[in-house]
């Protein structure tokens, strides 16, 4: 376990020192402000990879059956339905950055009238607000919130 520890601490001072150059190179070049952020893991980065080709397998294997309901996915924001691609966008987005705004626009081009965030937790629903915020979008995380949901769905035309 000792080796695991040192490899991974090595493994994020490595690109705690790659953030840094990056920063003083932003600021070089006219950046008025670097924000690191804070996240919670390596997710939608080159660092998955190796979940990424042990997510692959279990995807290949799985027979995927037509459906009559339209859907988004993160990569590549759009609108899938080919088998192939979904599976490929599965896979795909564990190492591919989240194009969720996109996928956010393409749902409103088609005439999405209410965006529902289930389960625990109001972290998407601020954000769907800010990006179309011609669209309600209501955050659903116990019973009593069905409350707002009904008054949503007699509010829309």
Not at 7 to 13: D, E
Not at 54 to 76: A, C, Q
Not at 93 to 99: F, I, L, M, R, Y
Not at 132 to 148: F, V
Request: hydrophobic share 40%; aromatic share 6%.
């Amino acid at each position: 376990m000792q080796t695991l520890i040192v490899r991974v601490r090595s493994l994020f001072q490595e690109q705690k020192k790659g953030i840094e150059a990056a920063t003083l190179e932003a600021k070089a070049k006219g950046a008025k402000r670097v924000l690191p952020l804070q996240v919670y893991g390596a997710f939608h980065s080159g660092l998955m990879a190796p979940a990424q080709e042990r997510l692959k397998k279990h995807v290949e294997e799985i027979e995927l059956h037509p459906s009559t309901i339209s859907y988004v996915m993160n990569v590549p924001g759009d609108f899938v339905s080919d088998d192939a691609q979904i599976k490929d966008h599965l896979v795909s987005q564990v190492t591919h950055s989240v194009k969720w705004q996109q996928g956010l626009s393409a749902m409103a081009n088609h005439g999405i009238e209410l965006f529902l965030e289930i389960g625990c937790g109001k972290t998407l629903a601020p954000f769907v607000k800010r990006t179309t915020p011609e669209i309600p979008a209501i955050s659903l995380e116990k019973i009593s919130d069905l409350d707002s949901l009904a008054k949503a769905i007699d509010d829309t035309p």
